[in-house]
């Protein structure tokens, strides 16, 4: 077998394998998309619990300090009732009158963080239902990727061992390249040289469609290995154009027409 046509079959073998996995690409791909959506949820999830707690403690704190100056206004009320002249009666009123607005404020924040709290409950509560409705999307995904796994296993073992025995055959450097060039251009790295028109010996590559002139074809027929000016895929012809195509055209452009 020519070099070309043992790279041939080692593309062929990498084509196959790539199909095998991208089966399981995507139900990979499809996994790691609900655990980002997962991990999302669950991050605004502390956010908002570490929210609540906040504003539970700050009505709290809101609600301890409104009754400390309760307290104390009562006291004043009581000093009031006793006082002896009234100056000293006004003295009490301005201190009361001045610790009532404080006790307002302390009441509003309070009824601030307590409206908060009812919120961030409601929404840790839809957050629950979020996660556990992801949790269960990404269990079927994990399943799923898992099957797909089992699926391909057999098969990809032995397409891996059989890859291993034609890449053997085929020139390290050449295989080497193929590799880059699978990264690369994936199912257009090699490429078939497509027939355009006999009679006036253009053929293209079957990748990029630019021309491969017949002094370039001549040369892929012999099994020698040439990559496309172009794209760079290695060109290869399915059937045998040399024997049949390129000595016809070459014989008069009358047999054709
Ligand atoms: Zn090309």
Not at 196 to 214: K, L
Request: net charge neutral.
């Amino acid at each position: 077998m020519s070099e070309s046509a043992n790279l041939l079959k080692l593309f062929r073998v990498d084509q196959q394998i790539r199909g095998l996995r991208s089966r399981l690409t995507s139900a990979e791909r499809f996994l790691a998309e609900q655990k980002r959506l997962m991990d999302e949820l669950n991050a605004k999830l502390t956010i908002a619990t570490n929210q609540f707690k906040i504003a539970k403690s700050a009505a709290a704190g809101a609600e301890g300090e409104a009754a400390r100056i309760e307290a104390r206004m009562n006291h004043l009320r009581e000093q009031m009732n006793l006082a002896k002249t009234n100056k000293e009666y006004s003295a009490f009123l301005t201190e009361v009158n001045s610790l009532k607005a404080l006790k307002d404020e302390q009441d509003k924040l309070q009824l601030e963080q307590l409206d908060r709290v009812d919120q961030l409950s409601k929404q840790i509560a839809e957050l629950d239902v979020q996660v556990k409705d992801r949790k269960g999307v990404a269990t079927k995904a994990q399943t799923e990727r898992d099957g797909k796994e089992a699926e391909i296993k057999d098969r990809l073992g032995e397409l891996t061992k059989e890859r291993v025995a034609v890449r053997g055959g085929v020139d390290a450097s050449h295989a080497k390249r193929l590799e880059d060039l699978m990264e690369r251009l994936g199912e257009d790295a090699m490429a078939n040289v497509e027939e355009i028109d006999r009679r006036n010996h253009e053929w293209s590559c079957g990748a990029c469609r630019m021309a491969v002139p017949a002094q370039v074809l001549s040369i892929i027929t012999r099994g020698s290995l040439v990559n496309c000016p172009s794209c760079g895929a290695f060109l290869f012809t399915e059937t045998d154009v040399a024997s049949k195509k390129l000595p016809k055209a070459k014989k008069g452009e009358t047999l054709e027409a």
